[in-house]
């Protein structure tokens, strides 16, 4: 009996310390990105249409979901992309972190993946379009931050491949302004 108590006592500090664990960041700053649906690896919980009125008008609806601040996408792997963009006019260097590494850090399932624009804008990418290309969420175009003003705070980019267009439906657009991912229909 005292062994079968002692054992409890073990699972219950044990599971204690797991509750505890930390190891899924929070946001800290200002969110400027959240991601949801079919998130694995979630930092917050369901859309509360009071708190999360932005993208409760962007009819964003999830159980849970990732929201990353400016830091933790600078955590990510960088990658980068040089393009010309109507927005711009000129050809322009744009560094952001690897979308194929943030999915795979927030455990996303490898499913059809929407990007909602703060104007309700959206395009999306299936799994092969993430797994066989350079997508970027730029946070900067030469050196400097993507804000509001800049149709920012991020915008999905690639390196458009001799020949390669956006679909009818907005499949492999280059999305700014893009305030919310959402992984699965």
Not at 109 to 133: C, H, M, N, Q
Not at 144 to 173: C, F, H, I, Y
Request: aromatic content about 8%; glycine content about 10%.
């Amino acid at each position: 009996m005292l062994r079968a108590l002692v054992f409890c006592w073990i699972a219950l500090v044990s599971f204690a310390a797991l509750a505890e664990d930390s190891s899924v960041p929070e946001s800290e700053g200002m969110v400027l990105l959240t991601v949801g649906g079919l998130v694995g690896k979630p930092n917050r919980g369901p859309i509360d249409k009071k708190r999360d009125s932005a993208l409760a008008k962007l009819k964003a609806n999830f159980k849970h979901g990732f929201a990353f601040d400016r830091d933790m996408l600078l955590a990510l792997p960088q990658g980068e992309v040089t393009a010309v963009t109507l927005e711009l006019g000129d050809e322009a260097v744009f560094k952001g972190p690897l979308l194929k590494d943030l999915m795979v850090f927030i455990e996303a399932a490898k499913v059809k993946t929407r990007f909602i624009a703060s104007d309700g804008y959206s395009g999306y990418l299936l799994p092969e379009d993430i797994d066989a290309s350079d997508y970027i969420l730029a946070l900067e175009a030469d050196g400097k931050p993507l804000g509001l003003d800049g149709q920012g705070p991020l915008w999905l980019m690639n390196t458009r491949k001799a020949g390669e267009t956006v679909g009818e439906d907005n499949r492999g657009s280059h999305v700014w302004a893009l305030v919310y991912m959402h992984v699965g229909d």
